[in-house]
């Protein structure tokens, strides 16, 4: 009771939050009808069957098959912004502070969607409900890894105007990583960053990946901090460097289990990045698939290690001090 009080409480920061991934069964199902999308011959029949089948990932791809076919009901301005005012709306409750979103523009682009209306109905949903809640929100762009690296660099074209004018706040990269370590991309980051000299850059590493992946997105790509990384603890040299150059860990527990990274979240390594002094914060990466949203991240890290207030704060403040939001939203916060 106490506790479950005390961290919906917690001033909360999420930074591994795919919207696509925040579409729900039911959502899906009505816009695939509203929109006249036909799903596979092979797909449950109904949202309660849809739901049912998540329990059965066996590893990231398993995953990302089903993610992509949700991502082709997307088809309005109107479904972005209900999407993800769906997803603000819900974590409002769960005393989160600031978020920042990623899309992948790739998963729209390719069905002839322009980049411009994907971003202007996520963009309206975080306009009201800052005004609304006062939920601060940053817009993050990610690259499919498992596109040519043509693709990327013409994604990076299309988005140009966004980025250059900050609207884009930040480039990641994420879907199938073994077959796709970062080092690939290196050109693509170069040209984002050349694009905008204040593009803030992070990848997906260390999920499937080895701790390699991880020290490749940071040699290679710049990245100032890391999407999941909980491969890190397989080499103590990454995890020293991660303290020193704090470099926070975007970990996503409930993500973890239903995708087999780890049998359940106690297998995490949640302790030794406390011990060691490796920042990191918890997200929920794509909550409706997962079994849960960002409290429900926070409650079951809870379950397992029973932190203390201490362990909290320290992470509510690595969580903070990590955002990409504004420095006055910063002290406001912290
Ligand atoms: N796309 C959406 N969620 C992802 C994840 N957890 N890893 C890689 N790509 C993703
Ligand atoms: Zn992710």
Not at 182 to 185: D, Q, T
């Given at each position: 009771e106490n506790e479950i009080s005390f961290l919906t409480e917690i001033p909360k920061c999420e930074h591994h939050l795919h919207i696509e991934g925040t579409l729900e069964p039911k959502l899906l199902f009505e816009l695939a009808e509203k929109n006249n999308i036909n799903l596979p011959?092979?797909?449950?029949?109904t949202h309660e069957e849809l739901a049912a089948s998540y329990?059965?990932?066996?590893n990231l791809q398993d995953f990302l098959d089903v993610y992509y076919i949700g991502c082709n009901v997307l088809i309005n301005e109107d479904d972005f912004y209900q999407l993800t005012l769906e997803y603000l709306t819900k974590v409002s409750k769960q005393g989160l502070k600031h978020t920042e979103i990623f899309f992948d523009p790739q998963s729209h682009t390719s069905r002839n969607l322009s980049i411009d209306l994907v971003f202007n109905g996520i963009k309206k949903a975080c306009d009201e409900i800052f005004v609304e809640f006062g939920i601060t929100t940053k817009i993050i762009m990610c690259l499919l890894r498992h596109c040519s690296i043509d693709d990327c660099s013409a994604t990076l074209d299309l988005a140009e105007h966004l980025i250059k004018d900050g609207k884009i706040h930040g480039l990641g990269l994420d879907s199938s990583e073994k077959p796709f370590p970062?080092?690939?991309?290196e050109q693509v980051y170069l040209k984002a960053k050349q694009l905008n000299p204040e593009l803030r850059l992070t990848a997906h590493a260390?999920?499937?990946?080895?701790s390699s992946y991880i020290t490749n997105a940071l040699n290679?790509?710049?990245?100032?901090r890391i999407d999941h990384?909980?491969?890190?603890?397989?080499d103590p040299k990454v995890i020293e460097r991660l303290a020193n150059e704090k470099i926070m860990l975007s970990v996503c527990p409930l993500s973890n289990v239903v995708l087999r990274?780890?049998?359940?979240?106690?297998?995490?390594p949640i302790k030794k990045f406390l011990d060691a002094n490796v920042p990191f914060s918890i997200n929920s990466d794509d909550p409706a698939y997962f079994g849960g949203y960002i409290l429900d991240n926070y409650l079951e890290v809870q379950r397992r290690f029973k932190l203390t207030k201490k362990d909290w704060a320290f992470i509510a403040t690595n969580a903070i001090l990590g955002s990409w939001c504004d420095e006055d939203r910063k002290t406001e916060l912290l």
């Open positions: 011959l092979n797909f449950p029949a329990n059965n990932f066996s970062p080092e690939l991309f260390g999920e499937e990946g080895d290679k790509l710049n990245v100032e990384g909980v491969r890190s603890i397989e990274v780890v049998q359940d979240v106690s297998q995490l």
